[in-house]
Nanobody
């Protein structure tokens, strides 16, 4: 059983920083794309950032220049460094992973979510 376990998050003042981490564990053949999504109250879940195995990252326009996604392929970890946080970044942040259980077969998984609140 594959699990994505998130850590980090919490309460921070506007302009502050937070770091999120997500670890994939369980029986895996390989880990492909990993990413972070978020869902604010009353809104749909949206992409924040994704990263592939070679480190190529993709960001939502709203976080470009402020957030940095990174991964450790050896540890099946993905991190999200969030700087210059704004109140509109407040949301539940979810880790997402495309994980192969055989060479040609994969499933996608979600973490349980971690709350990020930006408020003074």
């Amino acid at each position: 059983q594959v699990q994505l376990v998130e850590s980090g998050g919490g309460l921070v003042q506007p302009g502050g920083s937070l770091s999120l981490s997500c670890a994939a564990s369980g029986k895996m053949f390989s880990v492909d794309v990993m990413g972070w999504y978020r869902q604010a109250p009353g809104k749909q879940r949206e992409l924040v950032a994704t990263i592939i195995t070679d480190g190529t990252a993709n960001y939502a326009d709203s976080v470009k220049g402020r957030f940095t996604i990174s991964r450790d392929n050896a540890k099946n970890l993905v991190n999200l460094q969030m700087n210059s946080l704004k109140p509109e970044d407040t949301a539940v942040y979810y880790c997402h992973g495309k994980i192969y259980y055989r060479s040609n077969d994969y499933r996608t998984y979600w973490g349980q979510g971690t709350q990020v609140t930006v408020s003074s």
